[in-house]
């Protein structure tokens, strides 16, 4: 019986897990992550996100930062409004299958009945 061993850099794995950990640590936040759900579909600013999602100052600005400060969103000034967009694109890739398991249109299912 023959194995195939895969050769894996342990070091390598270890720093990617960790980035990823940075990631999914600052996506679990509920309002983090209804503002990536609305920057992921085009760029947004600040006024935008805050009617959208109905998250006021100062919680949007502390989370915008938070998003900005971990390199998962970009900021553009145009006169006195700030416009986000994606800055990530492996926060990208998550969000849109976050997107599409959670959010995406599912069909619905049937009821089962139990045979009596």
Same mark, same amino acid.
């Given at each position: 019986?023959?194995?195939?061993?895969?050769?894996?850099?342990?070091?390598?794995?270890? +720093?990617?897990?960790?980035?990823? &950990?940075g990631?999914?640590?600052?996506?679990?936040?509920?309002?983090?992550?209804?503002?990536?759900?609305?920057?992921?579909?085009?760029?947004? &600013?600040?006024?935008?996100?805050?009617?959208? /999602?109905?998250?006021?100052?100062?919680?949007?600005?502390?989370? /915008?930062?938070?998003? @900005?400060?971990?390199?998962?969103?970009?900021? @553009? @000034?145009?006169?006195?409004?700030?416009?986000?967009?994606?800055?990530?694109?492996?926060?990208? +890739?998550?969000?849109?299958?976050?997107?599409?398991?959670?959010?995406?249109?599912?069909?619905? @299912?049937?009821?089962t009945?139990? +045979?009596?």
């Amino acid at each position: 019986m023959t194995f195939s061993t895969i050769d894996i850099d342990l070091d390598s794995m270890r +720093a990617s897990a960790s980035r990823t &950990c940075g990631m999914l640590k600052t996506l679990s936040n509920p309002d983090r992550l209804l503002l990536l759900c609305q920057i992921s579909q085009g760029e947004r &600013c600040v006024g935008e996100l805050e009617e959208a /999602l109905d998250i006021h100052q100062p919680t949007l600005s502390q989370q /915008l930062c938070v998003l @900005r400060d971990e390199g998962l969103v970009a900021t @553009r @000034r145009d006169g006195k409004r700030i416009y986000y967009s994606m800055a990530s694109k492996e926060a990208l +890739a998550v969000m849109q299958v976050l997107y599409e398991q959670f959010c995406g249109s599912r069909p619905t @299912r049937a009821k089962t009945t139990r +045979a009596k």
